[in-house]
């Protein structure tokens, strides 16, 4: 059940050159960990121009998944009737499951995109959301924030 997200990661998830390192943008380290790139080594994230982002085939894979992982989730959240409700159902649990050891992988927390907290596996769900610098793929409590925090959740 992979499915290709050559595109979105490259559209959504790999950094943009200003935030790169002169080594990073031309392909000779790895845009997510400091590890460095024979000509020929590591793949080709698609960029252009002085931007040319390559990564590591370990960390290819595991931003890969992430995204994967992260965007089966969403798609089932948005077309799921039993979604609608709290709390979310099975198949959901079971593709939240998925995501969050992916994103344990990254060592990547997810935040809230209400309260801004790390959120606690099997509290949330994804939400996505359209800013100005595009899609963003965040992380929403089932209840509302403020209940949580009241109840010492
Ligand atoms: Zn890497
Ligand atoms: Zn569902
Ligand atoms: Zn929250």
């Not at 499915?3 to 790895?30: H, K, W, Y």
């Not at 997510?32 to 080709?44: A, F, K, Q, Y």
């Not at 931003?63 to 709290?86: E, I, M, N, P």
């Amino acid at each position: 059940m992979t499915r290709d997200v050559t595109e979105s990661l490259r559209i959504f998830v790999v950094p943009g050159g200003m935030l790169l390192t002169p080594q990073q943008n031309a392909g000779q380290v790895c845009v997510w960990c400091p590890r460095s790139l024979h000509p020929g080594e590591g793949v080709d994230l698609g960029g252009s121009g002085p931007w040319w982002p390559h990564a590591c085939l370990s960390c290819y894979e595991a931003q890969t998944r992430v995204l994967a992982t992260y965007l089966d989730w969403a798609d089932h959240a948005d077309g799921c009737t039993l979604c609608k409700a709290a709390p979310p159902c099975d198949t959901a649990h079971t593709m939240g499951t998925d995501h969050i050891d992916a994103l344990c992988r990254i060592a990547k927390p997810a935040l809230c995109s209400d309260c801004h907290r790390i959120t606690e596996p099997h509290t949330f769900r994804p939400h996505r959301t359209v800013g100005t610098s595009g899609m963003r793929f965040g992380y929403l409590h089932h209840k509302p924030c403020h209940a949580r925090r009241q109840s010492g959740a």
